[in-house]
C-alpha cells in the first residue's frame, strides 16, 4: 500500500517562507505533485517533478515564488517563498498517473495546513 506523508505546514504572515515536505513509503521514479485546496474552491495542482528532478512544472498563480524539489526517490520537497494570503490551503502530496498537464493523481498524502495572514 502507497502512503503518503506531508510535513511542514503552519502559520506564516505574507511574505514569508515555508517549506513542507513529503516522505514516500515507496520508491517512485515517476511525476509527483503538490496541490492545494482553499475553503470553497476545488483542489488544484501547484506543482509537479518529474523523478530525477530534471523537469518541473508550476501553476502560473505560484511560478517564480515555490519552487518543487526531490531528496530522493521517496521525499519530496515545496519551498514556498513570498507568500500571500490567497496561498492559504490544505496542502497535498500526491503521486502521478502521467506527466502534467493534467494533474491526475494515484496516491494522496493526507495533507497539511498553511495558512498566511496579511
Known amino acids: 500500500q502507497v502512503q503518503l506523508v506531508e510535513s511542514g505546514g503552519g502559520s506564516v504572515q505574507a511574505g514569508g517562507s515555508l517549506r513542507l515536505s513529503c516522505t514516500v513509503s515507496?520508491?517512485?521514479?515517476?511525476?509527483m505533485a503538490w496541490f492545494r485546496q482553499a475553503p470553497g474552491k476545488e483542489r488544484e495542482g501547484v506543482a509537479a517533478?518529474?523523478?530525477?528532478?530534471?523537469?518541473a512544472y508550476y501553476a502560473d498563480s505560484v511560478k517564480g515564488r515555490f519552487t518543487i524539489s526531490q531528496l530522493s526517490a521517496r521525499t519530496l520537497y515545496l519551498r514556498m517563498d513570498s507568500l500571500k494570503p490567497e496561498d492559504t490551503a490544505m496542502y497535498y502530496c500526491?503521486?502521478?498517473?502521467?506527466?502534467?498537464?493534467?494533474?491526475?493523481?494515484?496516491?494522496w498524502g493526507q495533507g497539511t495546513q498553511v495558512t498566511v495572514s496579511s
Open positions: 515507496v520508491v517512485w521514479y515517476g511525476y
Open positions: 517533478i518529474r523523478g530525477g528532478g530534471d523537469t
Open positions: 500526491a503521486i502521478l498517473a502521467g506527466r502534467p498537464p493534467p494533474y491526475e493523481a494515484r496516491y
